[in-house]
């Protein structure tokens, strides 16, 4: 990053604490800037390569040719939270998901006295009904060429996180639309994993399901999902019905963590078969016991590092269906703007 780059960066942030009268701010790099609700960009946080604003998105600072209150002359996407038409209603814009006919899909969250009642993803637009109606075959077209395809999603994800995540398929990923006024609504299936959270704490998980390699600072103190008691972390019944279980291996001295096996447990022998594939190396031994998926792992940590990267994990490993399909499928892979995170890419 030259030193103009960060010079103008820092003004800009600078600049933050003293503005009230700015309403957003315009991340720029190439020919595109985020545009950002400053009412959500609460903090600014620099670490050594990326910049993190609030709970909206983290990027890398190299990409990031200035920072402005000004909206600039470039192609503008909104970006992260903002306020939606209604008084109880939240809108989060991914920036790693962007949709070839209708642009990006934002989060509508409905909330009541500070809790999260429902979370859907919907768009309305102008289009001509026979680009909407191209539109509709399109996704029925990927998800039956999805449907029937072993992902493999068990063998890849563990907690030292060295596989990368295929996608899982979900055939009943659109909820309702509209062919008259183009409107399409897609369900995350997500409303058990969000329903009854405070508000802040549901924002916090969706933040973490698109930007899963940020920050240390934006994780939760508690795992927000599964349980954790002496070396042994657990989710029951998980969003195919299923079990996991991750066991800890610990040295002598108990400050470090040499190994962790990881177990996904299967309602029958059939599926835990056709989902395993044995990747084995010389750090990890994978094997089918049953209805279970063994991976065993050598690995390296701390125990702060370890129960980070649980808690990474915890978040991670129970996004929705949706976040699976739809970021691979329909990315723009290496967006210069972004911080190199798993949805971007395809292969």
Wanted: proline fraction near 3%; charged fraction near 25%; aromatic fraction near 12%.
């Amino acid at each position: 990053m030259n030193n103009f780059r960060y010079a103008t960066t820092l003004t800009c942030l600078l600049m933050l604490s003293a503005s009230t009268a700015a309403q957003q701010l315009y991340v720029c790099s190439g020919k595109e800037a985020h545009e950002i609700d400053m009412a959500f960009a609460d903090e600014m946080v620099f670490n050594d390569t990326t910049l993190r604003i609030g709970l909206n998105e983290c990027y890398n600072i190299a990409a990031v040719d200035s920072i402005t209150f000004t909206k600039p002359p470039l192609t503008t996407r909104k970006a992260g939270w903002t306020s939606g038409t209604k008084d109880n209603e939240l809108l989060y814009y991914p920036t790693n998901i962007n949709d070839k006919f209708f642009g990006v899909y934002p989060y509508h969250i409905f909330v009541k006295d500070g809790i999260c009642q429902n979370v859907l993803w919907g768009v309305k637009n102008n289009f001509p009904k026979e680009t909407f109606k191209d539109y509709l075959v399109e996704l029925q077209n990927l998800f039956s060429a999805l449907s029937g395809t072993p992902k493999y999603h068990y063998t890849k994800r563990t907690l030292t996180r060295k596989r990368k995540l295929h996608s899982i398929t979900y055939t009943q990923l659109i909820t309702k639309y509209n062919l008259d006024t183009c409107y399409i609504e897609f369900g995350l299936g997500c409303d058990s994993l969000l329903y009854g959270r405070p508000v802040e704490e549901a924002r916090r998980i969706i933040y973490l399901w698109h930007n899963p390699d940020t920050d240390t600072s934006t994780l939760p103190s508690k795992l927000y999902f599964g349980t954790y008691s002496k070396g042994h972390y657990e989710l029951k019944e998980d969003k195919w019905g299923n079990t996991l279980t991750i066991d800890l291996t610990f040295s002598d001295d108990g400050t470090m963590v040499t190994g962790c096996t990881t177990r996904s447990i299967f309602t029958n022998e059939k599926n835990a078969k056709e989902l395993f594939i044995d990747e084995s190396d010389d750090e990890t031994a994978m094997s089918l016991e049953g209805n279970t998926i063994v991976i065993e792992e050598k690995c390296n940590m701390t125990v702060e590092e370890a129960m980070e990267n649980l808690i990474r994990f915890d978040v991670e490993f129970t996004a929705p269906f949706s976040e699976d399909i739809v970021s691979e499928h329909f990315t723009y892979p290496n967006r210069p703007i972004l911080n190199g995170q798993r949805h971007l890419s395809r292969n």
